[in-house]
C-alpha cells in the first residue's frame, strides 16, 4: 500500500450546496429563502414575531422559578449502592460515610455540594452516615442496620431582628 492509494470511503464526505450560482444548481437566485423581505436578508429574522399578534411566548403565563445562583448540586445515592460497595470492600462499617468515602470507593464519581442519601434497596452493614440530606425511607433503613445518620445542616445568615 502506498500513500497515494489511501481515500475515504465512498460517500463519506459530502460537498456543501453552493447556493446563488445559477438557475441550474436548483439553488440560484433566491438560494432557497423565498421572496424579499426580513426573512430573506442575513443576520436578521424576528424569533416568535407572529405578523403583529401577541407572541405565544408572551402570552402564555410565567410559571415556575429557578435558584440558580444558590441550589445545591447534590448527589443523590441509593442504599444498595452503598450496600455494594461494602460487600466489596470498598466501605467498612466502622468508617464515617461521607462524601470524600463514597468517591473513593467508587460509588460518586465526583463530589458536588453534597450528597443526598435515599432508601431504594436494603442495607445489612452498620454505617454512620454523614450526608447533605437523607429520605425518611433511608434514614429508617439505616437506624434499623445500627447505624446513624447525620444531616450536615447549611449556613445560614443570620436573619437580622428589626424589632424594636
Known amino acids: 500500500m502506498k500513500l497515494s492509494d489511501i481515500a475515504d470511503n465512498a460517500g463519506s464526505r459530502k460537498k456543501r450546496m453552493r447556493?446563488?450560482?445559477?438557475?441550474?444548481?436548483?439553488?440560484?437566485?433566491?438560494s432557497g429563502?423565498?421572496?424579499?423581505?426580513?426573512t430573506a436578508r442575513s443576520g436578521v429574522r424576528i424569533k416568535g414575531f407572529e405578523g403583529g399578534q401577541m407572541p405565544l411566548h408572551r402570552r402564555l403565563p410565567k410559571r415556575g422559578?429557578?435558584?440558580t445562583p444558590f441550589a445545591r448540586r447534590l448527589n443523590e445515592v441509593n442504599l444498595?449502592?452503598?450496600q455494594a460497595a461494602v460487600d466489596a470492600g470498598k466501605l467498612s462499617a466502622g468508617d464515617t460515610v461521607d462524601v470524600a468515602?463514597?468517591?473513593?470507593a467508587g460509588?460518586?464519581?465526583?463530589?458536588?455540594?453534597?450528597?443526598?442519601?435515599?432508601?431504594?434497596?436494603e442495607l445489612k452493614a452498620k454505617l454512620a452516615f454523614s450526608v447533605?440530606?437523607?429520605?425518611?425511607?433511608?434514614?429508617?433503613?439505616?437506624?434499623?442496620a445500627g447505624g446513624s445518620?447525620?444531616?450536615?445542616a447549611p449556613a445560614r445568615p443570620a436573619a437580622e431582628d428589626n424589632s424594636a
Open 149 to 152: 445518620v447525620t444531616i450536615l
Open 19 to 30: 447556493v446563488g450560482r445559477g438557475i441550474g444548481s436548483g439553488k440560484g437566485k433566491t
Open 132 to 144: 447533605w440530606g437523607a429520605s425518611k425511607s433511608a434514614v429508617a433503613a439505616v437506624e434499623k
Open 33 to 38: 429563502r423565498g421572496g424579499k423581505g426580513q
Open 65 to 67: 422559578f429557578r435558584n
Open 80 to 82: 444498595d449502592r452503598v
Open 101 to 104: 468515602a463514597l468517591v473513593k
Open 107 to 121: 460509588v460518586l464519581r465526583r463530589a458536588r455540594d453534597g450528597v443526598r442519601l435515599l432508601g431504594m434497596g
